[in-house]
């Protein structure tokens, strides 16, 4: 797996990967405010409850920034090809390079990339090879996030204020 640090020059990526983070700030910001300081204030919920969300909003950004600059299986512009491996390599009528069969050029990034999926516009970055662990992390998070950002809403509106509405 490599290393490098990938950053893609690319308008509509860095719109999406600006909305997210928007999207993140407004979430880490406003959910606690809203929801979880002031029932963890009437004794709702535990302090607990509020450390497990900035934890999961915490591991969503680093997962997403790790995603977003992980290089995805870019080839080298001169690859040492073995030549018992010969037969299993192309070239890119795109770029003009030779290629692992399983590879393919994106047109976003200007590259092959080893194993490509697809080029996510989320993380700004094609998924590859060397990155396909970081978006699936990515993915596992934000599901984390959302679902347990779904329950607390869930609580707040269903369970919370009419409790408060009762005791008024």
Known sequence: ???QIHFVVDPQG???MGLIICVWLYNTIFIPKVILIPHYEEGHISVVAILCYYFCSLFCIASLLRASV???GKLPENPKIPI???EYWELCNKCNMMRPK???HCSRCGHCVRRMDHHCPWINNCVGEDNHW???QLCFYTQILSSYTLILDFCHYYYFLPLKKENW
Do not use: K
């Open 134 to 136: 970081l978006f699936l």
């Open 102 to 104: 399983r590879s393919h």
């Open 84 to 86: 018992t491996e010969r």
């Open 14 to 16: 860095w719109c999406c």
């Open 70 to 72: 992980a290089d995805p």
């Open 1 to 3: 797996m490599g290393r």
